[in-house]
């Protein structure tokens, strides 16, 4: 219009560039629970999918399952009345095994389950049951885990009361007051459900146990979720390519003839009978044998196919795959793959630590936090109130009491000496401390010292009763006393 060169501001963000480059890139503004409103249940349906069929996939959930969870959480009550901490403790090794209301899991078991489901399905909800006194319990609680389908994501409204529901959620404010369920699962197909007959119960007895990726999330998202697509592409890809091998490598070879006569296709050289009888149908596929020659006419020759190249780029197009579907769910390739070609130890060590990290923090703040100091909580005020702990001002101050040590299992390093020796110089340097190593490995030191003092004095009694006067170590695990030690060595001196 003016005469001057046509011209387009460039982008400050190259990811921000407009067509041509970036027609049919999709970004919606959704926020995040509009986001997730639509996209849960085929996320959720297709992640549990691919753990049952995806071995990629199943790999990956069972084993940052299993790293998250190890063993089990030791949990140890730190409350600075002596009296209380052992008696909780006690108390808390026999309740950690009546908590499944199916009597199938300890503590370690449903914690286990707890993780497992918030990977496969971004969530899980468990509830507080409590029991009557004469149910036979240590305490009178147990707890439900139960799936998120059981709280319809669907279910969003506004309250007479003000309140309002998101996704299942019942919010006061910013406060969550109350989650509705169903009575029972909508996809189990032995009851029928329906959003009128939803159960409110209140927030202080369930526990949400998902991860929140943005500010105001209400539910989760499957751990996988960024790559299902992919996962399902190459696996189609990968089957097809294997079925495509199996079937060629039913194919030996072809004979054929390079001169032939147009009687040579209606009759077989060998027996004479005509090859296309008119009066049947032909044959739509035919079978090969593994082994099998295809015959020509007569006069022919033999062609031998050769073997399946894939070429020389399949293995490093596979890899990238699975690369990409590693890092789509924050574990190593080579964990999750078993592929350890060209790593050494010092490699090894780099990706394990870098992955403990990550392991390492849903630990503490997720499992830890969300699953095994809840439960703790609930347990230990059902403690309390019927009487199994004592607990003088439990209701002016809970916290005095609730005080706990949470325990993951301890990760098994490359090297178990460097290892041990590396805590022994840290201790000795001032640089850490018993209590804080012994808690590392996920044990209780004053447990730990206890049982092997008593296991010393065992060890010395017998000595006594088999009329062992200088005991020598036990497996290295229980020196000698100094003063013997000293007095031997001045006797091998002096001879």
Request: proline share 5%; glycine share 8%.
């Amino acid at each position: 219009m003016d005469g001057q060169p046509l011209s387009t501001p460039a982008a400050p963000y190259e990811g921000a560039t407009r067509a041509p480059r970036s027609i049919g890139w999709s970004a919606p503004a959704s926020g995040p629970n509009s986001s997730l409103a639509t996209a849960i249940r085929p996320l959720r349906n297709r992640s549990r999918a691919a753990y049952r069929n995806s071995p990629l996939l199943r790999s990956a959930i069972n084993k940052n399952t299993t790293n998250e969870v190890g063993r089990g959480f030791w949990l140890l009550s730190t409350c600075r009345d002596d009296k209380f901490r052992l008696a909780a403790n006690e108390l808390w090794k026999l309740s950690s095994t009546q908590l499944d209301p199916e009597g199938v899991k300890n503590f370690g078991a449903l914690v286990d389950l707890c993780v497992r489901s918030r990977r496969m399905s971004g969530e899980v909800f468990i509830r507080r049951l409590r029991r009557r006194l004469s149910a036979g319990l240590a305490v009178p609680i147990q707890v439900d885990v139960m799936e998120s389908d059981l709280c319809p994501v669907e279910f969003s409204r506004k309250l007479k009361n003000g309140n309002r529901v998101v996704q299942g959620v019942e919010f006061k404010g910013k406060v969550r007051v109350a989650y509705w369920f169903y009575k029972h699962h909508p996809q189990d197909g032995v009851e029928v459900v329906s959003l009128h007959d939803l159960e409110r119960v209140p927030a202080s007895d369930v526990i949400h146990h998902f991860k929140q990726l943005r500010p105001g999330q209400v539910r989760g998202e499957p751990d996988p979720a960024a790559v299902l697509l992919k996962d399902r592409t190459f696996h189609d890809y990968d089957d097809a390519e294997l079925v495509r091998k199996k079937e060629r490598s039913n194919f030996t070879g072809f004979l054929y003839r390079e001169a032939f006569d147009e009687d040579d296709f209606e009759f077989d050289p060998m027996t004479g009978k005509p090859i296309f009888d008119e009066s049947e149908p032909v044959d739509e596929v035919s079978r090969i044998a593994t082994g099998t020659l295809l015959r020509g006419v007569a006069g022919e020759k033999l062609d031998l196919f050769d073997g399946d190249n894939t070429g020389s780029g399949y293995s490093d197009f596979v890899r990238w795959q699975a690369l990409q579907m590693a890092a789509g769910q924050e574990i190593p390739y080579p964990l999750l793959t078993g592929d350890w070609a060209g790593l050494n130890d010092r490699l090894v060590r780099a990706l394990l630590n870098e992955y403990r990290r990550g392991i390492g923090f849903d630990q503490v703040n997720l499992s830890g936090f969300q699953v095994a100091f809840k439960i703790w909580q609930w347990w230990l005020s059902d403690a309390v109130l019927v009487g199994k702990l004592d607990a003088p001002g439990y209701a002016d101050n809970p916290y005095y009491y609730l005080a706990l040590d949470i325990r993951p299992d301890a990760f098994k390093w490359l090297h178990p000496e460097q290892d041990v020796n590396a805590r022994q110089k840290a201790v000795s340097n001032q640089l850490s401390n018993i209590d804080v190593e012994a808690a590392e490995y996920g044990r209780d030191l004053d447990e730990n010292m206890r049982r092997n003092a008593k296991a010393l004095k065992r060890w010395q009694t017998i000595c006594e009763e088999e009329g062992v006067e200088k005991p020598s170590n036990l497996a290295g695990l229980f020196n000698a006393p100094e003063e013997a030690a000293t007095s031997k060595d001045k006797e091998d001196s002096s001879e």
